[in-house]
C-alpha cells in the first residue's frame, strides 16, 4: 500500500512547482489567462493536500471545503477555456455549478452557528453527486461532437475524471480498497492526470491560436498585396488616359491657339490668344505633374530626387537665382507612397514660388535627406527673409497644410539672413 502522506507531500511539492511555473507562464511571459486558472485549480488542490496532512482531532470541515474549491476552480477554467458561444447549455450550466459549489462552501462554513445552514447543507449533500455527474455528463457531450484539436486533451481529462470517481465510490466493494485511505490517493492521482491533460490542451490551444494568427496575417498580406497591384494597374490605367486624351487636348488647344496667333493682322492686340497661351502651357505643366505623381513607376525615392532636382533647375534657370542640391539617400529604391509625391512636389513648387516672388535671394539650396522611413526637405535662401505680412500669408499656410496632412513637421526660420524652411514626413503614408 502507497503511504498517502509521502504521496501528498510528494504532490504537495509538484504542486509548488506547477503552480510558480504557471504564474511565470502568465506574469512574466504575459501567456493566456488559462495558465492563471489552472494555477488556482492547482492552488486549491494544493491546500487541501496540506489540510488533510494537518487535520486536528478528526475535525474536516476545511478539507472538505477546499475539496470543493477544487471543484469550484474545475469549472471556472472550463468555463473560460472551452469555446461556448454556440452552446448556452453548457454555459449555464458550469455558471450553475459555480454557484452550486459556492452554496455549498458557504453552507458547510457557517452550519455550526447557524442551524438553517445544517439544512442547506444536507440538501446540499444529497444533490452533490447528481449536479457533479450532470456537468460532467454535459462537458463529455458538448466536447464529444469535436474531439479534435485541443479538445481531445479536455476529453481524456474528463473521462480521467469519471474513471477514479467510479474507482473511489466502488473501489471499497469492487477491490476491497480503503475510500479515505486509497480513495483519497486515486482523488490526487486523479488531480494530476488532469492537471497534465488541461496543460496539453492549454498549449494545443495556444499553438492552434498561432496558427490561426499567421494564416490570417498571410490572408491579410495577400488581400493587401492584390489591392496594391488593382491600384498599381488603375493608376497605370488613369495616367495612360490623362496623356492620351486630356495631354493630346491641351497640346491641340496650345497649338490651335499659336497658328491663330500668326494668322491675326500684325496691328490687331493678340493679348487674350497669349493669355491662353499661357494657360494651356500651365495645365500641360500641371498635368505632366500629376501624371508624374500617379505613375506607379516613379514610387521611389530615386525618381521623386530626380524630378525635385530637375523642376529646381528648370524653374530658377529663368531668373536670376543660383540653384544648388544636395541630396543623401540611404536606400535609393525605398519606396514613396504616391500622395506623399505629390504634396512634397506642391510643398516644394510652393517653396520656391516664394523664393522668387519674396526673397531677393542670389542663391537657393534645396537638401533631400531620406532612409527607409522618413524623408527631409530643406529649401533655404540667402535673401531678405520673411516680412511680417507674409509669415501668414497664404503659401506658407498651403504648405504646412500639405505637410501636416501626412502628418509630417514643418518648420520655418527666418531673419535678414534668408529664409529655411524644413519639412519632414514618413515615406510610406
Partial sequence: MINETYFSLLNIGFNICFIL???FKYFYEKQSRYYLFLALLSLSFAVNLILRLEVVNGDFTWVRVSRKAVVLFFYV?????????????????????IVFIGIGIVSRLLMSGYPIF?????WY???????????????????????????????????AVIACAVL???????????????????????????FCFFFLAIITKESEQKRENERLENLVKTQK?????????????????????????????????EILKKQLPQDLNSEEIDNLIKISEHMNRSMRE?????????????????????????????????????????DPESKLHAEVRYNLLLFLKEAFNNCVKHSQAKQVNLTINADSQFINIVIQDNG????????????LKSMRKRIEKLRGEIDFQSDENGTKITATVFTNF
Wanted: proline content about 1%.
Fill in 21 to 23: 511555473y504557471l504564474v
Fill in 125 to 159: 449533500k444529497s444533490l452533490y453527486t447528481v449536479f457533479d455527474l450532470f456537468l460532467i455528463a454535459v462537458l463529455l457531450y458538448h466536447i464529444s461532437r469535436d474531439r479534435r484539436g485541443y479538445n481531445k486533451y479536455i476529453f481524456c481529462g474528463l473521462l
Fill in 225 to 257: 498585396l492584390e489591392k496594391e497591384k488593382s491600384l498599381h494597374r488603375e493608376r497605370e490605367r488613369i495616367a495612360f488616359d490623362m496623356h492620351d486624351e486630356l495631354g493630346a487636348g491641351i497640346s491641340a488647344i496650345k497649338l490651335q491657339s
Fill in 384 to 395: 531678405i527673409g520673411l516680412l511680417s505680412d507674409n509669415k501668414d500669408g497664404y503659401g
Fill in 290 to 330: 500629376m501624371l508624374w505623381s500617379i505613375n506607379p513607376d516613379n514610387d521611389n525615392l530615386k525618381n521623386f530626387e530626380e524630378y525635385c532636382i530637375r523642376y529646381g533647375e528648370s524653374y530658377f534657370d529663368c531668373t536670376d537665382m543660383t540653384f544648388q542640391y544636395h541630396s543623401h539617400l540611404e
Fill in 168 to 194: 473511489i465510490y466502488f473501489g471499497d466493494s469492487w477491490f476491497g480498497l480503503n475510500r479515505y485511505v486509497s480513495g483519497f490517493i486515486i482523488f490526487q492521482v486523479e488531480i494530476l492526470v488532469c
Fill in 77 to 97: 477554467f472550463m468555463l473560460s477555456f472551452l469555446d461556448l458561444r454556440s452552446s448556452k447549455l453548457v454555459r449555464f450550466s458550469l455558471i450553475g455549478g
Fill in 118 to 122: 445544517n439544512t442547506i447543507n444536507e
